[in-house]
């Protein structure tokens, strides 16, 4: 597994374009009041500055927020007078990508000729509860491992938190529901 990504320090909360310049227009008052906030919550964190992209802002904090910051953060944005709350998407601590390898699984479905598949791979990371809450970066990718022989690699990107706990989950799940898939 490897991560990369942005800072444990981030709180990401994706806007709209009009939104996102109504913010930073303000962004220092901003800053003041939603440390107050986080203040009257007894929150260790407190919010050093505020970033900006094309999709989102990006407050940075002095220490790693917890969902109750989280929470903080997210209703002070949707309060704030000049935020249309209808825009605001869900806010979340920063991501990064993980590369997963799903090893031992049959290259050719049971019982036929017929390769493993991308949609397939993907309908049963849909219909499976280990993948709950988990956001797909890409297509899987499946690699057969030898010429000859009949098991293949799945490769998966997603999303994770920073420290990697829901992709650390797989490290020791059972495979055997791919093929059960398939039976």
């Known amino acids: 597994m490897m991560t990369k990504g942005s800072s444990k320090k981030q709180v990401i909360i994706p806007l709209s374009l009009k ?3 109504k913010f930073m227009e303000s962004s220092s008052s901003h800053i003041t009041y939603l440390n107050k906030m986080l203040k009257s919550i007894k929150s260790e964190i407190m919010a050093d500055f505020v970033q900006s992209d094309h999709t989102r802002i990006m407050i940075v904090t002095n220490k790693v927020a917890t969902s109750l910051d989280l929470q903080t953060i997210e209703k002070y944005i949707k309060e704030t007078y000049q935020i249309n709350l ?3 998407k869900a806010s979340r601590l ?3 990508k ?3 390898n799903i090893i031992g699984i049959l290259h050719l479905l049971k019982h036929t000729n017929t ?3 991308v949609d397939v791979v993907e309908t049963i990371i849909k219909n499976n509860h280990i993948f709950n ?3 797909i970066v890409f297509r899987p990718r499946i690699i057969k491992v030898f010429l000859k022989s009949n098991i293949a690699i799945i490769w998966l990107n997603i999303w994770d938190i920073q420290s990697g706990n829901k992709t650390k989950g797989f490290v020791t799940i059972d495979t055997s529901w791919i ?3 398939h039976g």
Do not use: H, M, T
């Open 98 to 100: 993980s590369y997963l």
């Open 86 to 88: 209808e825009k605001v």
């Open 179 to 181: 093929q059960r898939g």
């Open 94 to 96: 920063s991501q990064s």
């Open 133 to 135: 809450n988990i956001a």
């Open 115 to 117: 390769p493993i598949s």
């Open 19 to 21: 939104n996102r310049n």
